[in-house]
């Protein structure tokens, strides 16, 4: 494909991303009559909302419509968020839960989270064209399991049992070779066959506390184990937790947006409970139960690396109906992050 057609895509495409992240944060005073709704404050936390994983994941999905048409199918949710499912869907992506329910002549994409080395296998046997969404960092955890067990390591991975990234990541790795470590008890009490021959690696979307008490656990028992060259948690996990870190304390009330299956999303709203803060995750703005958020001087609101802006607006707009707001957001590092495209759907 040539180069004014492959930047058609990109212009058709960054559209409709836009679009999702709607506008920016402005804050701004409008000259109205003095409200009789109660003041709230709110205080917006920051970093929040896509990380360049979750843009890639569905940068990649809108491409493979504009380059294949519809419908393309995408094995599990490409990223963890109704809203950005749905959207998608309504653009006649079609989401499946196996291969095998990919018709022989449509593409298929592979989520974010990554996916076991069988299931690219299984796609090149029928012949399939299928793009793999797995975000880069998951690809580097998948590339350095593979290294340690060469190097003739068992792998303890600290993760959640059942999330779509352990399970990509254990499918990188021949059976037993490779052991699940959850929480802190777990690391006291794992049997290993050689203590000198261990290595850990970490799910992407973890507790950054959480993880280190269970680090400190590991190389406590297991002086030898290898660690990971550099932090597997990424960089946005970490970023967003330490957003709701800076704002707990001037919260009354903290709004984590995300879906109940993004382990990132509540790693947040864990992160403002252990602070003193109360917490609820939402999905939509239908999701606020007024009657828990009562009447705060202030709400903090977060969202998850799976959400888009425009579900931070309109959490927004719904305290607004009830609420004389000010809002503000919290000072940042603003981040720079990107990733490439896959170059069959760019080139």
């Excluded at 999905?61 to 499912?85: C, K």
């Excluded at 960092?137 to 959640?160: N, T, W, Y």
């Excluded at 021959?197 to 506390?209: G, H, M, R």
């Excluded at 602070?275 to 009447?295: F, H, K, S």
Aim: with cysteine; aromatic share 6%.
């Amino acid at each position: 494909m040539g180069d004014p057609q492959s930047g058609e895509l990109a212009r058709v495409h960054r559209k409709g991303l836009l679009w999702l992240q709607a506008m920016p944060y402005i804050a701004c005073t409008v000259g109205e009559p003095e409200s009789s709704l109660p003041r709230l404050r709110v205080l917006i936390a920051a970093p929040r909302g896509f990380c360049a994983g979750v843009d890639r994941a569905i940068q990649i999905v809108e491409l493979a419509l504009e380059r294949f048409g519809a419908p393309v199918y995408v094995r599990h949710e490409i990223v963890h968020n109704r809203f950005v499912v749905d959207r998608l869907r309504g653009l006649g992506a079609v989401f499946v839960d196996e291969l095998d329910e990919v018709p022989d002549d449509r593409p298929v994409v592979f989520s974010a989270h990554g996916v076991p080395k069988s299931v690219p296998a299984a796609a090149q046997a029928r012949n399939l064209v299928y793009v793999d969404a797995t975000c880069p960092l998951v690809s580097k955890v998948h590339r350095q399991a593979e290294r340690l067990i060469e190097d003739g390591r068992h792998i303890l991975f600290i993760g959640h049992a059942g999330h779509p990234e352990v399970i990509g990541t254990f499918g990188q790795v021949p059976s037993g070779s490779i052991t699940l470590v959850e929480t802190v008890e777990d690391a006291e009490a794992i049997a290993v066959a050689d203590p000198e021959n261990l290595a850990f690696l970490t799910q992407t979307t973890l507790s950054v506390d959480d993880t280190a008490a269970i680090v400190d656990a590991l190389t406590r028992r297991f002086p030898a184990i290898r660690t990971p060259r550099s932090e597997d948690i990424c960089y946005a996990t970490s970023n967003r937790q330490a957003a709701v870190k800076a704002i707990a304390g001037k919260c009354d009330r903290m709004l984590v947006i995300g879906a109940p299956n993004s382990s990132n999303s509540l790693r947040l709203a864990e992160v403002a409970e252990r602070l003193g803060v109360p917490a609820r995750l939402i999905e939509r703005a239908t999701d606020i139960d007024w009657d828990w958020l009562g009447e705060p001087a202030t709400v903090g609101i977060t969202a998850g690396a799976s959400a888009p802006e425009v579900l931070v607006r309109e959490v927004v707009d719904a305290l607004r109906s009830r609420f004389e707001v000010r809002e503000d957001e919290a000072d940042h590092q603003p981040e720079s992050i990107t990733f490439k495209l896959p170059r069959e759907l760019v080139a």
